[in-house]
């Protein structure tokens, strides 16, 4: 079945221990992405990868890092995690560039940090 | 640059009557256009797109957009709403090209009254 791999599904942290949530697809897709969805504020853009070793930031990049060693595979990785870092987190690919090609999403991980 | 607006942040509509959802758009050429829906617990999933052609398209679930290049919207209907069709709908609009990237709306919840 084609699909987004998100895990975990739920994560419960604390200020500043270092953790990853990690995504993978297997629908060869070469766009992948990193949205926070937070109340009232939509579905906001973290990070991007046109394809492997190419990434680059969106609209709140702050206090996350990416990597994309490999197409099917693109953690979100938080170095020192705050507690406005709390909240629901997707994963999402296309084939191409998502402006002319459908996004699929993972099922998302909330994240609290404490 | 391409901006999206749901002017409804919620809706509540009795179970078989029709639905209509909201959004406009702003972008300098011809844009892609998108609704999602979100399950609660859920990923994004694809509803229906607009690339070109004709201007009433089809989706999933019993859903259609028009798309009004006048008045810069592309409204999301249904003649008889299920209870099953609460959820949150998000409208995206995309640019193509080399640079194509997507920006979501803030979305409009739906609930159903039985």
Request: charged letters at 20%; aromatic letters at 12%.
């Amino acid at each position: 079945e084609a699909q987004v791999t998100q895990n975990p599904r739920y994560l419960i942290t604390v200020t500043g221990k270092k953790l990853t949530v990690t995504c993978s697809q297997n629908m060869n897709h070469e766009y992948m992405s990193w949205y926070r969805q937070d109340p009232g504020l939509g579905l906001r853009q973290i990070y991007y990868s046109m394809n492997v070793e190419v990434t680059d930031k969106g609209d709140v990049p702050e206090g996350y890092k990416v990597s994309r060693k490999e197409k099917r595979n693109f953690p979100l990785i938080l170095e020192s995690p705050s507690p406005n870092q709390t909240s629901l987190y997707f994963c999402a690919s296309s084939p191409r560039q998502p402006g002319s090609s459908p996004l699929h999403f993972g099922n998302g991980t909330r994240l609290t940090v404490t | 640059a391409q901006s999206v607006t749901q002017p409804d942040i919620h809706i509540t509509v009795s179970e078989g009557a029709s639905l209509e959802l909201r959004c406009n758009y702003s972008y300098g050429a011809t844009p892609y256009l998108f609704w999602y829906v979100q399950s609660p617990g859920q990923g994004l999933q694809l509803l229906l797109k607009y690339f070109s052609g004709d201007t009433l398209v089809q989706g999933i679930k019993g859903f259609e957009a028009e798309f009004k290049r006048s008045q810069s919207s592309f409204n999301l209907r249904k003649p008889s709403v299920h209870w099953s069709d609460a959820a949150e709908y998000f409208c995206a609009v995309g640019a193509g090209g080399s640079q194509g990237n997507l920006i979501f709306g803030k979305g409009t919840k739906l609930s159903v009254k039985p």
